[in-house]
């Protein structure tokens, strides 16, 4: 079993910046990959970046490539989604997801078992 409680939402103008966070308890943190999906308002949920147990591997979503970065802290048990030059269709709630099963940053939600509870990031223009 693996809680995520995700943090760092909020309201941004575009072009701004926000750090979202998500911390993992219930399983060895370096053990398996992390992931962050985003849903907007009548849209299904997509894909956004994910990272792999070890760190050493990123994958992301061609519409956030070079805007978003994605990072882990052991330490801290926690995963982190940096989003810079923010964009209005970016406007989604952000849901990290645990993928205990794999090592590898995959791009299928069904890899990722666990889910937090989402946070709203809403992108003003």
């Known amino acids: 079993q693996v809680e995520l409680v995700e943090s760092g939402g909020g309201l941004v103008q575009a072009g701004g910046s926000l750090r979202l966070s998500c911390a993992a308890s219930?399983?060895?943190?370096?053990?398996?990959?992390m992931g962050w999906f985003r849903q907007a308002p009548g849209k299904e949920r997509e894909f956004v970046t994910a990272?792999?147990?070890?760190?050493?591997?990123?994958n992301y979503a061609d519409s956030v490539k070079g805007r978003f970065t994605i990072s882990r802290d052991t330490a801290k048990n926690t995963v982190y989604l940096q989003m810079n030059s923010l964009k209005p269709e970016d406007t989604a709630v952000y849901y990290c997801?645990?993928?205990?099963?794999?090592?590898?940053?995959?791009?299928?939600?069904?890899?990722?078992?666990?889910w937090g509870q989402g946070t709203q990031v809403t992108v003003s223009s």
């Open positions: 997801a645990a993928g205990i099963a794999i090592t590898a940053p995959v791009d299928q939600a069904y890899k990722y078992p666990y």
């Open positions: 219930g399983r060895t943190f370096s053990d398996y990959a």
């Open positions: 990272i792999s147990a070890s760190g050493g591997r990123t």
